[in-house]
């Protein structure tokens, strides 16, 4: 079955970096994109960034650009969030997706398998 499985979130003080990992298992890789999302308390679920199958095409969102990279080794079947300049706004759990659509769409609905969540918290 597609598993999701995300890593690396802690607790990191502002300007600070870290780097999330998504191992997928199951079909999840052949899907045409993956993707990372995050989600604050009270908060919407917000799109972040999403990569193509080979990793050719990237989108990020404007809250991301510039500090956020998203990346996949897919010989490791591992898609990567490097998160630099992190600030205190950035802080919520962050989870990776497997989806099919324009890499540009930014839909939760986009997007079949869900990881179960890292927590990122950025302090001040």
């Known amino acids: 079955q597609v598993q999701l499985v995300e890593s690396g979130g802690g607790l990191v003080q502002a300007g600070g970096s870290l780097r999330l990992s998504c191992a997928a298992s199951?079909?999840?890789?052949?899907?045409?994109?993956m993707g990372w999302f995050r989600q604050a308390p009270g908060k919407e679920r917000e799109f972040v960034a999403a990569?193509?199958?080979?990793?050719?095409?990237?989108s990020h969102a404007n809250s991301a650009k510039g500090r956020f990279t998203i990346s996949r080794d897919n010989a490791k079947n591992t898609v990567y969030l490097q998160m630099d300049s992190l600030k205190p706004e950035d802080t919520a759990v962050y989870y990776c997706a497997a989806g099919t659509g324009p890499i540009g769409g930014s839909g939760t609905y986009e997007y079949d398998y869900w990881g179960q969540g890292t927590q990122v918290t950025v302090s001040s």
């Open positions: 199951g079909r999840a890789f052949s899907y045409s994109k």
């Open positions: 990569i193509s199958r080979s990793g050719s095409a990237t």
